[in-house]
């Protein structure tokens, strides 16, 4: 059935075919059975939901002639990390724009910064209350780039576009054929949601492959802003992918489950139940989330299941997106839980 999608043309990236394996002892604490698809094994230093993405993005960069790749996110941001290191490999140049309290005192060079910095990427930070302009900052990077003769292409944040989120409905496809030889039972693809790209990909692509017919449903749970605000990001996302490619399928708001409720202090702010529940992950069954996206969105899931045992069916299949880069700069305080 994947193989009917008309996907665009990509360039090899990401580790795909990731396994889905099941966390024994945490479903045994949770009373669900709980999957993990392993898409934080989509490389090493190039790795979890931003390298599938990226594949499509950076195909459609270097077949519009582009020399120097542009993008955006938070100080620790994975997405500008990954899209640094693919730029590299593909022989690009990247610049990032890098969200921080203080742009004249930006935060040291540490987990993602670290390799930012490694993969040559020019950084600009910008602060807070600017990052409501991003878009026209990166359209100033691109202007610069352009005046010095450059070629630009601009990713925006997380690089969650229509392009982008090909990447997820290549995973939606991966795991028709993960959850195929399983015993059929009420399941939830459950995964955290920062820009929409990952859902949209998700969403979409479980009602295109099938799964969605076989009695499995797609659940995002946001790390940032609201409930509103994601049905409309990945509402607009859905539109584009379906009208861009005349896709037979299209998703509605009433299709989009955004499980709000779990932002906690804000984005990449923890509190000390959310890294609890990281600690307690990896002691269980050896996997490791992080603080910002997949630890916020597994602390969620582990909250609406202590409300309401049924409300993902009888299994669920979290999709591990990555981050592991952001776990070290939260050691401070993580230490106190060891
Ligand atoms: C970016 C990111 C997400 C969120 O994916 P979106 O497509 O931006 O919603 C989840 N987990 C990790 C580790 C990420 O880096």
């Known amino acids: 059935m994947a193989t009917d999608l008309p ?24 009373g669900v059975e709980v999957l993990c698809k392993r898409d934080d094994l989509t490389g090493s230093e190039l790795s979890g939901n931003k390298v599938r993405k990226l594949e499509f993005l950076l195909a459609e960069a270097l077949d519009q002639g582009a020399d120097t790749v542009i993008t955006c996110g938070g100080e620790q941001s994975n997405h500008c990390r990954a899209t640094a290191l693919a730029a590299a490999r593909a022989g690009l140049a990247s610049r990032v724009v890098l969200r921080t309290d203080d742009p004249a005192a930006p935060p040291p060079t540490t987990g993602n910064i670290l390799l930012d910095r490694l993969a040559g990427a020019t950084v600009r930070w910008i602060s807070r209350p600017d990052w ?56 939830t693809i459950v995964f955290a949601c920062g820009s929409g790209g990952t859902a949209a990909g998700l969403m979409l692509g479980a009602r295109l492959v099938g799964l969605e017919a076989r009695g499995v449903r797609v659940a995002a749970v946001n790390v940032c802003d609201d409930r509103a605000y994601f049905v409309r990001v990945i509402g607009r996302i859905c539109d584009e992918l379906t009208a861009r490619w005349s896709l037979p399928a299209a998703i509605g ?39 910002v996206y997949t630890g916020k969105a597994f602390h969620g899931v582990v909250s609406e299941l202590a409300r309401d045992r049924g409300r993902f069916g009888e299994r669920i299949v979290f999709v591990h997106t990555g981050g592991i880069f952001g776990l070290f700069p939260a050691a401070a305080e993580l230490e106190p839980l060891l």
């Open 7 to 30: 996907y665009p043309r990509r360039i090899p990236l990401a580790r795909a075919g990731t396994p889905l394996e099941p966390l024994p002892r945490t479903s045994a604490a949770l």
């Open 253 to 291: 708001p009433d299709d989009i489950d955004v499980v709000d409720g779990h932002v906690g202090r804000g984005y990449a702010k923890s509190r000390p139940e959310e890294l609890a529940t990281i600690r307690d992950l990896c002691r269980r069954d050896g996997v490791v989330l992080d603080p």
């Open 132 to 187: 409501a302009r991003r878009n026209a900052i990166m359209e100033e990077e691109a202007a610069a780039v352009r005046a010095a003769g450059g070629r630009p292409y601009v990713i925006p944040e997380g690089g969650s576009n229509a392009m982008g989120s090909w990447g997820y409905l290549a995973c939606a496809a991966e795991l028709a054929d993960d959850l195929a030889p399983l015993p059929a039972r009420p399941t």
